[in-house]
């Protein structure tokens, strides 16, 4: 049996998360007596925090550490087996650079993958966090965004024939769309929801989340059979939900709860159902970066046209600074110099977000539609097992175990 975990740390740099120094050293505390195989960990974003908990874990047993040093979108993955060809992908789409203060653009998420050495044969392990949801009034777009960073993570999860484990902070519920991308194009189940056990891990019961309206479920752990063996949940937990000592004070280690699940690796016949188990998946896929590039598009222009309207002042107040009238006026001369001075800022801010970030963000729509394309034409049927990717021919920086 495989215990497998999955805990978002909430570990924010720059004092953004409440008590981080004393909750990372609770969880460090808790790492020993943890009955876990794998644990997956999302936001582990400051060195300090990844440093401890690496730490930690291997004194702890967990001697195979994926990515302890480099900063890998916040992801650790934590194993009691052997770890092997592990690496980190970073997604096309990074963020909003208008809205920089909300961190996701300077985060660099992606996922990690590895293989793991199991007694029951290897299996390959996933971990990986999506793009937060802030844009309240448009839940569609943060969905077109998250099917884009999906689309890689489908491309790496169709190439192998291994047993699949994904894990991680998928910031979506079972009823958005992009669930239903990730599940139709791969195969992988929902494991606390085929136990009948879908436990929410955003919860107003935890002291982080006590202003919130309502729970949800935006943890997983998904499974997906290959290489002729299946993978079969046998009970799921909420774990990381019991409030420790924090210097005096009584609080869970995260805003988040984790999530483990007990599975069974087994040999069985059972078929890698990919592209058909959740209707309309492909279409939905195909539909969501289509928008996603259109309405980055019609901000791109939206910038653009601020930029515009901002450098329409400088123009403005050099011309009346060649007045002759008005340049005998030396006050008005200088004001006229300070408003082209103050102008221009927003100018060169709107048009860099116009040129640079709007074009970035439509390649990222425009790369997961070409991927789409290709998958879409992949049969998903048991095939005898590919070789993994090497080391040598993966896509972005790669990761020390």
């Given at each position: 049996?495989?215990?497998?975990?999955?805990?978002?740390?909430?570990?924010?740099?720059?004092?953004?998360?409440?008590?981080?120094?004393?909750?990372?050293?609770?969880?460090?505390?808790?790492?020993?007596?943890?009955?876990?195989?794998?644990?997956a960990i999302q936001e582990a974003w400051?060195?300090?925090?990844?440093?401890?908990?690496?730490?930690?874990?291997?004194?702890?047993?967990?001697?195979?550490?994926?990515?302890?040093?480099?900063?890998?979108?916040?992801?650790?993955?934590?194993?009691?087996?052997?770890?092997?060809?592990?690496?980190?992908?970073?997604?096309?789409?990074?963020?909003?650079?208008?809205?920089?203060?909300?961190?996701?653009?300077?985060?660099?998420?992606?996922?990690?993958?590895?293989?793991?050495?199991?007694?029951?044969?290897?299996?390959?392990?996933?971990?990986?966090?999506?793009?937060?949801?802030?844009?309240?009034?448009?839940?569609?777009?943060?969905?077109?965004?998250?099917?884009?960073?999906?689309?890689?993570?489908?491309?790496?999860?169709?190439?192998?024939?291994?047993?699949?484990?994904?894990?991680?902070?998928?910031?979506?519920?079972?009823?958005?769309?992009?669930?239903?991308?990730?599940?139709?194009?791969?195969?992988?189940?929902?494991?606390?929801?085929?136990?009948?056990?879908?436990?929410?891990?955003?919860?107003?019961?935890?002291?982080?989340?006590?202003?919130?309206?309502?729970?949800?479920?935006?943890?997983?752990?998904?499974?997906?059979?290959?290489?002729?063996r299946r993978m079969r949940p046998l009970?799921?937990?909420?774990?990381?939900?019991?409030?420790?000592?924090?210097?005096?004070?009584?609080?869970?280690?995260?805003?988040?709860?984790?999530?483990?699940?007990?599975?069974?690796?087994?040999?069985?016949?059972?078929?890698?159902?990919?592209?058909?188990?959740?209707?309309?998946?492909?279409?939905?896929?195909?539909?969501l970066p289509a928008s996603g590039r259109?309405?980055?598009?019609?901000?791109?222009?939206?910038?653009?046209?601020?930029?515009?309207?901002?450098?329409?002042?400088?123009?403005?107040?050099?011309?009346?600074?060649?007045?002759?009238?008005?340049?005998?006026?030396?006050?008005?001369?200088?004001?006229?110099?300070?408003?082209?001075?103050?102008?221009?800022?927003?100018?060169?801010?709107?048009?860099?977000?116009?040129?640079?970030?709007?074009?970035?963000?439509?390649?990222?729509?425009?790369?997961?539609?070409?991927?789409?394309?290709?998958?879409?034409?992949?049969?998903?049927?048991?095939?005898?097992?590919?070789?993994?990717?090497?080391?040598?021919?993966?896509?972005?920086?790669?990761?020390?175990?």
């Amino acid at each position: 049996m495989l215990r497998v975990g999955t805990l978002n740390v909430w570990g924010l740099p720059f004092d953004l998360a409440e008590d981080l120094e004393d909750r990372s050293r609770a969880l460090a505390r808790a790492l020993p007596d943890l009955d876990i195989d794998l644990l997956a960990i999302q936001e582990a974003w400051t060195p300090a925090l990844r440093e401890r908990l690496v730490r930690a874990g291997r004194a702890a047993g967990f001697e195979h550490v994926a990515a302890p040093e480099a900063p890998s979108g916040g992801l650790i993955l934590l194993s009691r087996l052997p770890l092997a060809e592990a690496r980190f992908e970073r997604f096309h789409f990074r963020g909003d650079l208008e809205r920089i203060d909300r961190g996701e653009y300077l985060g660099g998420k992606g996922f990690q993958s590895a293989r793991v050495d199991t007694p029951e044969g290897p299996i390959q392990v996933v971990n990986t966090h999506l793009h937060a949801r802030y844009r309240r009034g448009r839940p569609w777009l943060n969905s077109a965004i998250r099917t884009a960073q999906l689309v890689q993570v489908v491309e790496h999860v169709q190439a192998i024939w291994l047993p699949v484990v994904l894990a991680g902070d998928l910031n979506c519920e079972p009823t958005d769309p992009e669930y239903a991308v990730l599940r139709g194009l791969t195969g992988l189940t929902d494991a606390a929801q085929d136990l009948g056990r879908p436990l929410p891990t955003v919860c107003r019961s935890n002291h982080y989340k006590r202003h919130r309206d309502s729970d949800r479920r935006i943890d997983y752990v998904m499974l997906r059979p290959g290489d002729g063996r299946r993978m079969r949940p046998l009970s799921t937990e909420r774990v990381f939900d019991t409030p420790l000592d924090l210097g005096g004070w009584r609080r869970p280690v995260s805003d988040h709860f984790g999530v483990r699940v007990d599975v069974v690796v087994e040999r069985g016949d059972e078929r890698i159902a990919g592209l058909g188990p959740v209707p309309g998946a492909g279409e939905l896929a195909g539909r969501l970066p289509a928008s996603g590039r259109e309405e980055a598009l019609r901000s791109e222009g939206d910038h653009a046209l601020a930029a515009g309207s901002c450098a329409a002042g400088p123009l403005l107040a050099g011309a009346l600074r060649r007045d002759g009238r008005i340049s005998r006026r030396g006050l008005l001369r200088r004001g006229m110099g300070a408003l082209a001075a103050v102008s221009l800022a927003p100018a060169l801010g709107f048009g860099a977000l116009a040129s640079y970030g709007g074009a970035e963000k439509r390649r990222a729509f425009a790369a997961a539609e070409a991927t789409l394309s290709s998958l879409r034409s992949l049969p998903m049927a048991a095939e005898p097992p590919r070789p993994l990717r090497r080391d040598g021919e993966s896509t972005g920086p790669q990761l020390t175990s």
